[in-house]
């Protein structure tokens, strides 16, 4: 994937260096802007950008301002080069957004390593889910196999919502989003009042997580999820849709159906050593057991406990 990245610079002479530093690795193309032109680099949305304070008509830290404030550039990394001395004018610069401040004259190797680390952790971090904050699959398949190697018995807890297309659509996204964000809120409640070392909670994707613990008392951790959400999540409906205890939502053929407010279907997988050849046995584990919790209506948990083989 090519990584974009704009330069903030009233003189071409630092993007031909950079590209010069950079001409083996052609996933990373620099392109010089000018200041009159800082609506453009917004709009492309690059991976990086680089202000160059030397050369420009304008504070650095104006700029990063105002790429900060634009919405589809609110997380994307600035770095400001800059002769300017005084801790005061650095402290400045970070206040408002940069990541990393590099005085100028430049040292080739410093600014190509800091380039390619800011990235490199922008990659890492993109591996997160922007919406609930909490490690996506990358992370969730490490952490799992991390587990199972070790040999020693943990538990893989699958949860997701039932009914959550409908309230999508009666709703709207910007609502669902509140919903998963709720959903994401109680289970890491809950699963980290338990055990604050050993647990973890990912978000798979949209109203699917995964939690996994050492603790053996699923029960209870999956009665308290269920009684949070369930007294909780009323609050995600009108008061009109709580009373009723269901929604109304029009199908393909314009026919209404009634939904049930938004459950919580847990489905729990014991692993000990032995049982599992690998990690992609237990996803399949997991999600029979989820989708046995998924059929019975309202918010619920089931717990495969089948032993191992040995």
Same mark, same amino acid.
């Given at each position: ?5 704009y330069?903030v610079?009233n003189?071409?002479?630092l993007?031909?260096k ?6 083996k ?8 802007? =000018?200041t009159s032109?800082?609506v $453009?680099a917004?709009?492309s #949305?690059p991976s990086l950008?680089?202000?160059? $304070?030397d050369?420009i008509?304008?504070? *650095?830290?104006?700029l990063c @301002?105002?790429i900060?404030?634009d919405?589809d ?7 400001? &080069? ?8 650095? &402290? ?26 800011v &990235?490199q952790l922008?990659? #890492?971090?993109r591996?997160?889910?922007p919406?609930t904050?909490?490690?996506?699959? !990358? ?5 799992i196999k ?10 893989? #807890?699958?949860?997701?919502l ?6 999508n659509?009666v709703? =709207?996204?910007?609502k669902?989003d509140e919903?998963?964000?709720f959903?994401? @809120?109680?289970?890491?409640k809950?699963?980290?009042s ?7 909670v =990912?978000?798979?994707?949209g109203?699917?997580f995964v939690?996994?613990?050492s603790?053996t008392?699923?029960?209870?951790l999956?009665?308290n999820?269920?009684?949070d959400?369930?007294?909780? !999540? !009323?609050?995600?409906f009108?008061k009109?849709? *709580?009373?009723? =205890?269901? #929604?109304e939502? *029009?199908?393909r053929r314009?026919?209404i ?11 729990i997988v014991?692993?000990?050593?032995g049982?599992?050849?690998?990690i ?5 584990a997991g *999600?029979n057991?989820?989708?046995?919790a998924?059929t ?6 089931? !717990?495969d ?6």
């Amino acid at each position: 994937m090519i990584q974009e990245i704009y330069l903030v610079d009233n003189d071409v002479q630092l993007t031909n260096k950079l590209n010069e530093i950079f001409k083996k690795e052609k996933i990373y193309k620099f392109t010089n802007v =000018g200041t009159s032109n800082i609506v $453009e680099a917004l709009n492309s #949305i690059p991976s990086l950008i680089i202000i160059n $304070e030397d050369t420009i008509d304008v504070k *650095a830290c104006e700029l990063c @301002r105002k790429i900060r404030t634009d919405e589809d550039n609110s997380i994307t990394p600035i770095l400001v &080069l800059s002769s300017t001395e005084g801790h005061e004018h650095k &402290l400045d610069i970070l206040k408002h957004g940069a990541l990393n401040y590099i005085r100028m004259p430049m040292n080739e190797e410093y600014i190509y390593y800091t380039i390619k680390n800011v &990235l490199q952790l922008l990659y #890492i971090n993109r591996r997160v889910s922007p919406l609930t904050g909490l490690p996506g699959n !990358v992370q969730i398949q490490a952490e799992i196999k991390k587990r199972w190697l070790s040999k020693k018995v943990f538990a893989m #807890i699958y949860l997701d919502l039932d009914n959550f297309k409908a309230y999508n659509d009666v709703y =709207g996204f910007i609502k669902g989003d509140e919903m998963i964000k709720f959903t994401a @809120r109680t289970i890491l409640k809950n699963v980290h009042s338990q055990e604050c070392d050993s647990s973890f909670v =990912g978000h798979i994707g949209g109203d699917d997580f995964v939690a996994i613990v050492s603790s053996t008392d699923y029960d209870t951790l999956c009665q308290n999820i269920i009684h949070d959400f369930d007294t909780e !999540v !009323v609050k995600y409906f009108t008061k009109e849709d *709580a009373r009723k =205890g269901f #929604i109304e939502v *029009a199908n393909r053929r314009g026919v209404i159906e009634q939904f049930p407010l938004t459950s919580i279907s847990i489905g729990i997988v014991e692993v000990e050593k032995g049982r599992f050849n690998n990690i992609l046995e237990i996803g399949e584990a997991g *999600a029979n057991v989820k989708h046995l919790a998924k059929t019975i209506q309202g918010s619920t948990y089931i !717990v495969d406990r089948r032993k191992s083989k040995e």
